[in-house]
């Protein structure tokens, strides 16, 4: 054991002598430093000398014990399990409260005779030991990684089995389980001792917002890993917190407020999980989903855009989206955006509408949303500035008329609608604003005529001619164009994404079809047909969209004055480059537009 003696700086009292108090110290520390042999009841007395120094905090004195060369002492009494071995621990603990301590506390093997000390059977000595360890590798992941190798995790958990009445001693273990809990290792430790348990448990008998919130941190931490997302679902880790919420709401405590918070967000992180989520579902009657309908309703914004974000989580399935709606879910969520029309949370407005979407996508939802007059409610939101508001508000409708006739032939005449959704196929800022526009738009002209014709057509020919005649769809298309609508669908048609090129293309093709006199002069003042022709001689362009532009152009050849435009531009030699194409379904369609062009079909 080394003898080396450190130098102290020694405190002067008033009248320039050095501090008994100090004096004590200084000798304590030495005759720690140059002990060879532990002989417990000789250290005793200095121990105490020197915890007393640190219980006081004077600045610096936790450094000064540190560096005096009893560090070694200290483990190798900690190595040796003696009696002594409590005391040591609470003052390595006391020591590693200063960052600048814990560094020395590693060099001298502290945390590697301290670990073995955590499969005490006295509280006390789990305290002091938990306490050390965890302030000595505090925000040191290397540390914490071995700690993990070392298998402190099964113990961390089995203590709190063991002594959950222990508050302190619970703490120490929670604050390290706080600080593991982000690493992999820890998370795969954890995934056989059925934590979720031991932590409601604590959950539902926290005395305070600081133990709560800790609780909840670590639950946030852990519900990263898929395998105990499930875990938690199936130990009622949903049902705790939305317990813990129903206990709180009403209260103006920021802590408490902060609680709902965050236990609110871990419930929809939760419900990302398919089997977890339907669990908490329950066919509509799970205590989870019970809460999330009554949080749709509270006057706490965190809480009404977690419900609306939980209702869009569970609205993942074709099922439960027809359940929810049985259930009425929807009134509750078109009342919520409403609220939050004018000046509102734009996070709320958002939720609201994602959720509106998914309930959509089942088509008998359509029709009964539409029955209920969801697409009227819901338009009050064209008044919103927020790109992310307009986003979800364009996909909500987009998806609302997808398939439905009725719909886009009402929303296709509305010149407010048609009005904002230019407005938004020119937002040169938010490009997501500026496709959903237009790929409504598009949905207006192609929903606006009944699916199955349309389809039959296609399947046919792959030509929209007088098949359609005048027909209600024909105002739907004289509105788009007289909105100045035919250009953003032009424009559309030379998107980057072969989706949305087709939609632009087929509505196009529809449009020429039911009422080519109100889409020529669009055309050419867009400048369609060079478009047309530079995409079927785009040696990298889809054959998908190939197709569909064949499609359109097909349909305006029907037209005498179209057909002249078409020849004009040479559109026949571009034909020609396609007629032996490797796709067989493309070259015979190319040849049939080209004897179309020539007069020979």
């Known amino acids: 054991m080394s003898s080396v003696l450190i130098k102290h700086n020694l405190l002067l009292s008033t009248d320039g002598t050095v501090s008994p108090e100090h004096n004590s110290l200084s000798e304590a520390l030495k005759a720690i430093s140059v002990s060879t042999e532990l002989i417990e009841e000789e ?3 200095h121990l105490d000398t020197v915890l007393a120094a640190l219980l006081e905090k004077k600045k610096d004195a936790a450094v000064e014990i540190a560096r005096s060369g009893i560090l070694p002492t200290l483990a190798q009494a900690l190595q040796s399990k003696t009696w002594l071995s409590c005391q040591v621990a ?3 603990a006391e020591m590693a409260r ?7 506390c590693i060099e001298a093997g502290l945390v590697k005779v301290l670990v073995p ?7 006390e000595v789990l305290l002091n030991t938990g306490r050390a360890i965890g302030r000595i590798c505090f925000d040191n992941s290397y540390q914490q990684e071995q700690l993990v190798q070392s298998g402190v995790i099964p113990r961390l958990v089995s203590i709190m089995r063991e002594y959950p009445e222990n508050d302190p001693l619970v703490n120490v273990c929670l604050l390290a389980l706080c600080n593991l809990a982000d690493m992999g290792s820890a998370r795969e430790a954890l995934t056989d001792l059925n934590v979720a348990e031991v932590l409601t448990f604590q959950l539902r008998r926290a005395p305070d917002a600081e133990r709560r919130h800790v609780i909840l941190e670590i639950l946030s931490s852990l519900g990263e890993s898929d395998t105990l997302k499930l875990q938690f679902a199936e130990s009622g880790v949903p049902e705790a917190l ?5 206990g709180l709401r009403g209260g103006s405590d920021p802590h408490d407020l902060c609680s709902i918070k965050i236990a609110s967000n871990l419930i929809v992180s939760l419900l990302l999980g398919d089997e977890s989520m339907q669990k908490c579902f329950g066919e509509g009657s799970g205590l989870v989903y019970q809460d999330v309908l009554s949080w749709l309703q509270s006057s706490n914004t965190q809480l009404q855009l977690s419900g609306a974000l939980a209702i869009a989580n569970f609205a993942r399935n074709d099922s439960n989206c027809v359940k929810m709606l049985d259930l009425g879910v929807v009134p509750y969520i078109l009342t919520l955006l409403e609220q939050h029309v004018d000046e509102g949370d734009v996070s709320v407005q958002h939720a609201g509408l994602s ?5 959509a996508i089942p088509a008998t939802n359509k029709v009964r949303m539409l029955e209920d007059g969801v697409t009227e409610r819901i338009k009050t939101l064209l008044r919103s500035d927020m790109p992310p508001v307009q986003f979800k ?3 909500a409708l987009r998806m609302m008329v997808d398939g439905q006739e009725e719909t886009a032939l009402v929303l296709g005449k509305d010149s407010v609608l048609l009005s904002r959704v230019m407005e938004w196929c020119e937002a040169k800022d938010h490009a997501g604003v500026r496709g959903e526009a237009s790929r409504l738009l598009a949905a207006l002209i192609r929903h606006s005529r009944s699916s199955d014709s349309i389809s039959a057509a296609y399947a046919e020919t792959h030509t929209l001619t007088t098949n359609y005649g005048l027909c209600p769809c024909q105002e739907v298309v004289q509105a788009v164009a007289k909105a100045d609508g035919v250009r953003h669908l032009i424009s559309m048609a030379t998107s980057e994404h072969v989706i949305m090129q087709n939609e632009a293309l087929v509505a196009l093709a529809i449009a020429s079809a039911i009422d080519i006199e109100s889409m020529q002069e669009p055309f050419r003042g867009a400048e369609l047909l060079p478009t047309l022709k530079k995409m079927l001689e785009d040696p990298v362009g889809a054959v998908e969209v190939k197709f569909s532009a064949l499609g359109l152009i097909c349909s305006l050849a029907n037209s005498g004055e179209m057909k002249e435009d078409l020849n004009s531009v040479n559109m026949r030699e571009s034909l020609s480059k396609l007629v032996d194409h490797s796709s067989s379904k493309l070259a015979s369609q190319a040849q049939s537009v080209q004897a179309i062009l020539s007069g020979t079909s």
């Open 43 to 45: 250290l005793k007395p």
């Open 90 to 92: 609470l003052v390595v």
């Open 98 to 104: 200063e960052a600048a301590v814990r560094e020395l």
């Open 117 to 123: 000390h955590l499969n005490s059977n006295n509280q």
């Open 242 to 246: 939305s317990e813990m919420i129903r």
């Open 355 to 359: 959720a509106l979407r998914n309930l």
């Open 393 to 395: 508000l364009l996909g």
